[in-house]
């Protein structure tokens, strides 16, 4: 079984900790770095990003996680999870971790739709995939080594680079739990690869 981190700075932790233990795979929450050592994949949750940002940069988790996506790591992140992956973030100078080549617009689905629940079209991995977003932020540019997971309205909600994975709505706050089974296959195949 593998053994996936939930990154326990800020945010929904919980609901993917029960997700990845749905899912067949053993869940730790990380709060501290040597912690990082244990897992297999790594989940950047949902939340806030520029507290979570802040909450990184005081526990001195930048480097560390840096490391831990050098390693060849699969790392997954939702809504905040997914700006903090992101290389560029429009009207922000300086990314966070910078390591998935998307470009990302915070809040962008408009103050009216704080939230709501939107029907995905995932191929491979659900034909009817309810998102959750919460004061979401989508895509806007996608580099060329990025595959386009889900779109919903024309916007890219779900996408994948290799070891990186990331989307814009909550896969944990559902009882639907095939997105959160895709990255632990990830997860899964990853480690093999670096058992042979
Ligand atoms: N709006 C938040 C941000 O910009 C993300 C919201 C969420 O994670 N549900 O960080």
Redesign the pocket.
């Known amino acids: 079984m593998v053994k996936i981190g939930v990154l326990g700075l800020q945010?929904?932790v919980r609901e993917h900790v029960h997700s990845i233990e749905a899912s067949n795979a053993e869940a730790i929450v990380v709060k501290r770095i040597e912690q990082l050592e244990e897992v297999d994949g790594l989940i950047i949750?949902?939340?806030?990003?520029?507290?979570?940002r802040r909450l990184i940069d005081k526990y001195s988790f930048m480097e560390p996680l840096r490391d831990f996506a050098n390693s060849g790591k699969p790392m997954f992140g939702?809504?905040?999870?997914l700006?903090i992956l992101a290389k560029n973030i429009v009207g922000h100078d300086q990314p966070h971790l910078g390591l998935m080549d998307i470009t990302v617009e915070?809040?962008s689905f408009g103050r009216q739709r704080e939230s709501f629940e939107a029907e995905l079209v995932i191929p491979n991995i659900a034909n009817d995939f309810v998102g959750v977003?919460?004061?979401?932020?989508h895509i806007v540019e996608a580099g060329e080594d990025v595959e386009v997971l889900a779109k919903h309205n024309n916007r890219i909600v779900a996408a994948r680079q290799g070891q990186y994975l990331g989307c814009s709505f909550?896969p944990e706050l559902t009882d639907d739990h095939r997105f959160t089974k895709y990255f632990v296959q990830m997860v899964e195949e990853s480690k093999e690869k670096n058992l042979v």
């Open positions: 945010g929904a949750p949902g939340g806030e990003s520029t507290t979570m939702t809504c905040a999870g700006i915070r809040n977003f919460i004061r979401a932020p909550h």
